[in-house]
T-cell receptor, first 114, second 112 residues
Framework: DAGITQSPRHKVTETGTPVTLRCHQT?????MYWYRQDPGHGLRLIHY???????DKGEVSDGYSVSRSKTEDFLLTLESATSSQTSVYFC?????????????FGSGTQLSVL | GESVGLHLPTLSVQEGDNSIINCAYS??????FIWYKQESGKGPQFIID?????DKRQGQRVTVLLNKTVKHLSLQIAATQPGDSAVYFC???????????FGKGTHLIIQP
């Protein structure tokens, strides 16, 4: 998957606990993204990054925070997980410098919040 | 085409036939379009893209057609194979801060 590794691949957690998902890329691409995928909604953008320590909110950012301390790593944190955050989370990177153009995706993290 | 509610539209084709998957978009300012393939349990995989200054682009066994007049995009897969079974969805952008807008997908089923 285009040099993108997501971890963990599966996680089950309880409501109210913090959760951090990791995305690691080996392509040295500037842009990185976190999406969630839910039935009936398709892919929705949570947060994105256009460089180290440069991040911005997407369409569904409430309840999520991100950090990017190195080019290759982009972390997504759920400060206090809720059942509505049960979803499949995908990290993506951009091949080009144009924001959101030609995204390449990781394999996803299945998160279940009980 | 695009899905309504929780159920994806399904296209069932015979192995060896050609498949045509459709996508309607609403933003007349969109100028870049992508088709993705997503197999069960995997991330979306880039197939082909097209810019608004083109109306057709061909790849290996795939062709994307763009009709800006009616805001319609289609993906044609030639000689469909069992490995083509997946969910296919389109994405579009006008280059603004909103980035790519993704369709909900069409499930392509290949019958032997």
């Amino acid at each position: 998957d285009a040099g993108i590794t997501q971890s963990p691949r599966h996680k089950v957690t309880e409501t109210g606990t913090p959760v951090t998902l990791r995305c690691h890329q080996t392509e040295n691409h500037r842009y990185m993204y976190w999406y969630r995928q839910d039935p009936g909604h398709g892919l929705r953008l949570i947060h994105y990054s256009y460089g180290v320590k440069d991040t911005d909110k997407g369409e569904v950012s409430d309840g999520y925070s991100v950090s990017r301390s190195k080019t290759e790593d982009f972390l997504l944190t759920l400060e206090s997980a809720t059942s509505s955050q049960t979803s499949v989370y995908f990290c993506a990177i951009s091949e080009t410098t144009g924001i959101n153009e030609k995204l390449f995706f990781g394999s996803g993290t299945q998160l279940s919040v009980l | 085409g695009e899905s309504v509610g929780l159920h994806l539209p399904t296209l069932s084709v015979q192995e060896g036939d050609n498949s045509i998957i459709n996508c309607a978009y609403s933003n007349s300012a969109s100028d870049y379009f992508i088709w993705y393939k997503q197999e069960s349990g995997k991330g979306p995989q880039f197939i082909i893209d097209i810019r608004s200054n083109m109306d057709k682009r061909q790849g290996q066994r795939v062709t994307v057609l763009l009709n800006k007049t009616v805001k319609h995009l289609s993906l044609q897969i030639a000689a469909t194979q069992p490995g083509d079974s997946a969910v296919y969805f389109c994405a579009e952008t006008g280059g603004g801060a909103d980035g790519l807008t993704f369709g909900k997908g069409t499930h392509l089923i290949i019958q032997p």
